[in-house]
């Protein structure tokens, strides 16, 4: 059963705190990302990797750092620098990289109180 | 960077009508995508339209592209209650402008509600 898991579905955290929201894929595709939305927004691009030990910055990489160490893996930690972390977050991943479809997991909601 | 702008916001129909969805953008693309989320969930990818490309589709969806205009049109013919969910265009550049330029970028969605 190929797609994409991203666990957990609800996360709560104090502030503070660093979490990591896991991804992980069986598609065997090479390019991964990382998406946060906010309610009524559209999807904004955290950070992208579009091979094994390689990771690029997307628009709002402040606060988050990511690692590529597996094809299949691509967690996000959301540190404590970042300022207003409650949001949905989305992991993605594409057979082509670069401007192709892509497949999304189910998103974690992360809440910071 | 470049943003796709859904328009309308919000879409109420009843079930059997027609849905229209509109995308415009900024600057020159390689290729506008269309994908659908229903509330609380992942993104599922509908169609991708290449610039080369005037018109697809797929099932009961069809979708234009005016690159003279930058602007996209999604069509669901005769709508159901299950095509109710939020609609986004997303697109890629065609060149190169920085970090993150070959990237989707996503505009923030047409909610359409399928009235039963």
């Known amino acids: 059963d190929g797609g994409i898991t991203q666990s957990p579905k609800y996360l709560f955290r104090k502030e503070g705190q660093n979490v990591t929201l896991s991804c992980e894929q069986n598609l065997n595709h090479d390019a991964m990302y990382w998406y946060r939305q906010d309610p009524g927004q559209g999807l904004r691009l955290i950070y992208y990797?579009?091979?094994?030990?390689?990771?690029q910055k997307g628009d709002i990489a402040e606060g988050y750092s990511v690692s590529r160490e597996k094809k299949e893996s691509f967690p996000l930690t959301v540190t404590s620098a970042q300022k207003n972390p409650t949001a949905f977050y989305l992991c993605?991943?594409?057979?082509f990289g670069t401007g192709s479809e892509q497949y999304f997991g189910p998103g974690t909601r992360l809440t910071v109180t | 960077s470049q943003q796709g702008e859904e328009d309308p916001q919000a879409l109420s129909i009843q079930e059997g009508e027609n849905a229209t969805m509109n995308c415009s953008y900024k600057?020159?693309?390689?290729?506008l995508q269309w994908y659908r989320q229903n509330s609380g969930r992942g993104l599922v990818h509908l169609i991708l339209i290449r610039s080369n490309e005037r018109e697809k589709h797929s099932g009961r969806l069809r979708v234009t592209l005016d690159t003279s205009k930058k602007s996209s049109s999604l069509l669901i013919t005769a709508s159901r209650a299950a095509d109710t969910a939020s609609y986004f265009c997303a697109t890629v550049l065609d060149t190169y402008s920085g970090a993150g330029s070959y990237q989707l970028t996503f505009g923030k969605g047409t909610k359409l509600s399928v009235i039963p």
């Open positions: 990797s579009q091979i094994v030990n390689d990771f």
């Open positions: 993605a991943s594409s057979p």
């Open positions: 600057t020159s693309i390689n290729n």
